[in-house]
Structure formats: C-alpha cells, structure tokens
C-alpha cells in the first residue's frame, strides 16, 4: 500500500511540474530553460517501468478529470487529454 501512496504521489508531482513548465507563459519561465526540464524529465520517463506508467497515466487521468470539472481553457486539457502522445510516452 505504501509504495501505491508513493508511485502516486510521485506520478501526481511529475504530471504537475511538467504541467507548470508547458502550460507557463514565457514570462514566468524562460521557454528554452523550460524545455530542457521537460526533456530531462521525459528522458527519465522512457525508462520507467509498466506499474510506474500505471500511476503515471492514473496521475494525468485524475487531473484531466478534475480540470475538466473546472471548465479549464482547451489548451490545458488538450495539454492532459494529449500527454503521453505529446510527450512519446504511448
């Protein structure tokens, strides 16, 4: 049960900074530095394993949910409804 709370908890940050470095306007982070960061972290998600994927696609399902409850602007739920293809995590 721990590791599951973990994986998710983990997942859930990983979706969240990726989700900040993608959906920031270039004046609250610089364009080029944002995109060495979400390729670092991309780079480290290729290699995770099936049950890490599991979280990590549980992760962007439940924030697609909840930005969707919340009427989010179409770029930020195309951002979660696009994630792993965007990312080529598929």
Do not use: C, P, W
């Amino acid at each position: 049960m721990q590791k599951l709370l973990t994986m998710r908890a983990l997942s859930s940050a990983v979706v969240e900074a990726l989700a900040f470095l993608e959906l920031s306007d270039d004046d609250q982070v610089d364009s080029a530095a944002a995109v060495r960061a979400m390729e670092a972290i991309v780079a480290r998600l290729k290699d995770a394993t099936e049950e890490e994927l599991r979280a990590l696609r549980a992760a962007v399902l439940h924030e697609n949910n909840e930005r969707n409850k919340l009427n989010a602007d179409e770029h930020v739920l195309d951002f979660y409804e696009n994630f792993f293809e965007h990312f080529g995590l598929e």
